[in-house]
């Protein structure tokens, strides 16, 4: 069994954190179809995605073990660029290895939420590789529903992905 370390804080990201975040995102682009980059980032592109968060308003939260480890992270940014999807955030997290399944990503998600509540947003996306059954139960279970499910959009491992949106509704608008 693993032993999980729980978190001490979950907090804004700080440029500190960012070896921490690239370690988790790129053992996910190595290991998973959590994410469907073929090649591991490196930190000046995570840099560069941390400062594009930042200027548009978007929040990243980690969650900050013993020591200052970053355990896991999370964060929404744009849809799509047209201004009509101005209240709709795409987002994601992602948990170190051998930390998932303690409650990592439901702390991060439950205050990711929050926020996107607090900026007035209306609806936050996720896109899930369809197989992965314990992500999209996650989700479920956070109040977000399938809406969408697309065939062999992606190819990673030597074969076809399929992928699903799941979608939450942020306010009560209708």
């Given at each position: 069994?693993?032993s999980?370390?729980?978190?001490?804080?979950?907090?804004?990201?700080?440029?500190?954190?960012l070896?921490?975040?690239?370690?988790?995102?790129n053992?996910?682009?190595?290991?998973?179809?959590?994410?469907?980059d073929?090649?591991p980032?490196t930190?000046?592109s995570?840099?560069e995605?941390?400062?594009?968060?930042?200027?548009?308003?978007?929040?990243?939260?980690?969650?900050q073990?013993?020591?200052?480890?970053?355990?896991?992270?999370?964060?929404?940014?744009?849809?799509?660029?047209?201004?009509?999807?101005?209240g709709?955030?795409?987002?994601?997290?992602?948990i170190?290895?051998?930390?998932r399944?303690?409650?990592?990503?439901l702390?991060l998600?439950?205050?990711?939420i929050?926020?996107?509540?607090?900026?007035?947003l209306?609806?936050m996306?996720?896109?899930?590789?369809?197989?992965?059954?314990?992500?999209?139960?996650?989700?479920?279970?956070?109040?977000f529903?399938?809406?969408?499910h697309?065939?062999?959009v992606?190819?990673?491992?030597g074969?076809w992905l399929?992928?699903?949106?799941?979608?939450l509704?942020?306010?009560?608008?209708?």
């Amino acid at each position: 069994m693993t032993s999980v370390i729980r978190p001490a804080v979950i907090r804004l990201a700080t440029p500190a954190d960012l070896p921490g975040i690239l370690e988790i995102y790129n053992d996910a682009v190595l290991n998973t179809t959590a994410s469907y980059d073929l090649e591991p980032a490196t930190l000046q592109s995570r840099e560069e995605w941390f400062a594009a968060r930042q200027r548009a308003g978007f929040p990243v939260f980690v969650a900050q073990g013993e020591g200052g480890t970053v355990l896991g992270f999370a964060s929404y940014g744009t849809f799509r660029e047209k201004p009509g999807y101005n209240g709709t955030v795409e987002h994601s997290v992602y948990i170190r290895d051998g930390q998932r399944g303690a409650g990592l990503g439901l702390a991060l998600m439950e205050r990711l939420i929050a926020e996107a509540r607090a900026q007035h947003l209306h609806v936050m996306l996720g896109s899930v590789d369809a197989d992965n059954a314990g992500s999209i139960a996650f989700h479920e279970r956070l109040g977000f529903r399938q809406v969408a499910h697309f065939h062999q959009v992606g190819r990673k491992f030597g074969r076809w992905l399929d992928m699903v949106f799941v979608e939450l509704l942020l306010d009560e608008e209708s």
